[in-house]
């Protein structure tokens, strides 16, 4: 383990983590000695991975279930004893059924949908977890987000863009009210991806010439939620290979 970005004594709970980059995430915390807690709607890649990562010697648990559920939000920060880092990373994936189309096409259901996982469930979470991270005078509340929000494309991804936008704005405010009381609000902003098939179009678009893995991720996501990072918050950082530069 790395003097430097130690998690040692730090519980983390990562969402939308049964694979993708929340694996990546997962990982990458609890090599630095983190205890996290794995969460994902299905419960078998749930118990997949848990079972994968306690066998590379690592503290990690399941918390498989319905993040938009406040029931289980509860549940889960009551017996964890306390979150003191907090990953979003579960979201509406681009691509799904019914996703990409026109706004023209698009009904209020649609839009409810990703709203309801990619924007209210951060808000019940981070209700549910603060008041810990207030009282012992340190947290970390990371977003995972998409250059969807930054780069206006015709997608048919309004929807999605929208909801992940309005979570940097809560960011962004959040870390305000927060900066004071040891706690910082951070995002990652992700480009083209290898879980998403982009591999081909990432070649040409970024400067390094390849998608982002888990591991790229994890490894943004473990600095954002360290010691080493209590001067950083508010903050979207871009991790897109280059694909779009400021």
């Keep these: 383990m790395s003097s430097m970005f130690n998690l040692k004594g730090r519980t983390a709970l990562v969402t939308g983590a049964g694979q993708g980059m929340g694996t990546g995430i997962v990982e990458a915390l609890a090599k630095q000695g983190?205890?996290?807690?794995?969460?994902?709607?299905?419960?078998?890649?749930?118990?997949?991975?848990?079972?994968?990562?306690?066998?590379?010697?690592?503290?990690?648990?399941?918390?498989?279930?319905?993040?938009?559920?406040?029931d289980w939000i509860e549940q889960v920060v009551a017996s964890s004893g306390g979150i003191d880092?907090?990953?979003?990373?579960?979201g509406v994936p681009v691509g799904m059924p019914g996703s990409l189309r026109p706004f023209e096409e698009m009904t209020a259901e649609d839009y409810e949908r990703q709203f309801k996982l990619n924007f209210y469930a951060i808000v019940n979470l981070?209700?549910?977890?603060?008041?810990?991270?207030?009282?012992?005078?340190?947290?970390?509340?990371?977003?995972?987000?998409?250059?969807?929000?930054?780069?206006g494309q015709s997608l048919g991804l309004s929807d999605y863009a929208s909801s992940k936008a309005a979570a940097i704005g809560f960011m962004r405010t959040l870390s305000a009210e927060l900066g004071e009381k040891g706690v910082t609000v951070n995002a990652l902003s992700l480009g083209a991806m290898?879980?998403?098939?982009?591999?081909?179009?990432?070649?040409?678009?970024?400067?390094?010439g390849r998608a982002g893995t888990p591991e790229d991720v994890g490894a943004a996501a473990t600095y954002l939620v360290s010691n080493e990072a209590s001067w950083m918050t508010g903050q979207t950082i871009a991790l897109n290979g280059g694909s779009c530069t400021a």
């Design 194 to 208: 290898n879980n998403h098939g982009y591999d081909e179009l990432a070649a040409k678009v970024t400067s390094v």
């Design 126 to 151: 981070t209700r549910a977890v603060l008041p810990a991270m207030i009282e012992q005078g340190h947290g970390r509340i990371l977003m995972i987000s998409s250059e969807s929000w930054r780069q």
């Design 85 to 90: 880092i907090l990953v979003n990373n579960a």
């Design 34 to 70: 983190a205890c996290v807690y794995l969460n994902d709607l299905f419960h078998d890649r749930v118990d997949a991975q848990v079972a994968a990562m306690q066998a590379k010697g690592y503290n990690v648990k399941a918390a498989g279930g319905d993040i938009t559920d406040p």
